[in-house]
């Protein structure tokens, strides 16, 4: 799922279905992909310092591209989709999965 930086109706679908599916607070596991560049991946970290997050990245077998997990327990879905939405304005050339 990549997403558009104001696609307020994902995010709008988005934040019904974990209401929906999830009792909140919880653990919620991002998934970025983007070329290895080290300021980027340094912006992503950066934007879930102090959260408590546990970040692991892999690279591609090329190390062209880095895959990028982050768990984090979140008090609610507002919390997921704002950090979705900080990335997508940071991040250069980042995927959301």
Do not use: C, H
Not at 55 to 80: D, F, H, Q
């Amino acid at each position: 799922m990549s997403v558009a930086p104001n696609s307020e109706e994902f995010y709008k679908k988005l934040k019904e279905q974990l209401y929906d599916t999830t009792l909140w607070p919880s653990e919620y596991l991002y998934k970025f992909i983007l070329k290895t560049t080290p300021s980027e991946i340094q912006k992503i970290e950066a934007l879930f310092n102090n959260m408590g997050a546990v970040i692991t990245k892999v690279a591609s077998k090329n190390g062209k591209y880095t895959s990028i997990s982050i768990n984090v327990r979140l008090k609610n879905p507002e919390m997921v989709i704002e950090r979705y939405k900080a990335v997508a304005e940071n991040v250069e050339g980042v995927i959301s999965l």
